[in-house]
């Protein structure tokens, strides 16, 4: 990318960060698909020390897992007592898994885009991202 594209793309991102909350900045990422764009968001993210779970994200989704390892995200909603868990792969797809009070109640095998609409969806709907011990595990 050329640098004056760049500055421009950066002061762009840079407004957007500044000005949105976290669940908004989680929001428009999802419908980000320019690579260039994502490296620019989530280098302004970086700079301003702004939504750390997202930044933990966009890396992963950049920088996929190599082999047969797999990334394991998570959401949940305390007033419904449901966690949603989203396991993927290195082919791209994804298992989605739903929790209420502990018990499974629903288990999906999805491509990636499905996987993202779905995750913020959720997030609109009030479940929060939650920080997940091991991200990056083997199917072994």
Known sequence: ??????????E???????????KS??????KMNDKDKIDVFYKVLKDEK???TLQ???????HPASGNGYILYKLYNEKLAKEVYYKIDS??????????NGDSDDKQ???????RNDWDLKCKSGFV???VESHLQSNE
């Open 1 to 10: 990318m050329n640098p004056e594209k760049y500055k421009k793309l950066y």
């Open 12 to 22: 762009h991102e840079l407004n957007r960060v500044t000005s949105m909350k976290d």
């Open 25 to 30: 900045l989680i929001t428009r990422y999802g």
């Open 50 to 52: 702004r939504c750390p």
């Open 56 to 62: 933990k994200r966009i890396k992963r989704d950049t």
């Open 91 to 100: 082919n791209d797809s994804a298992e989605i898994v739903c929790y209420h």
């Open 109 to 115: 095998l999805v491509d990636i885009a499905v996987a």
């Open 129 to 131: 991202p939650v920080e």
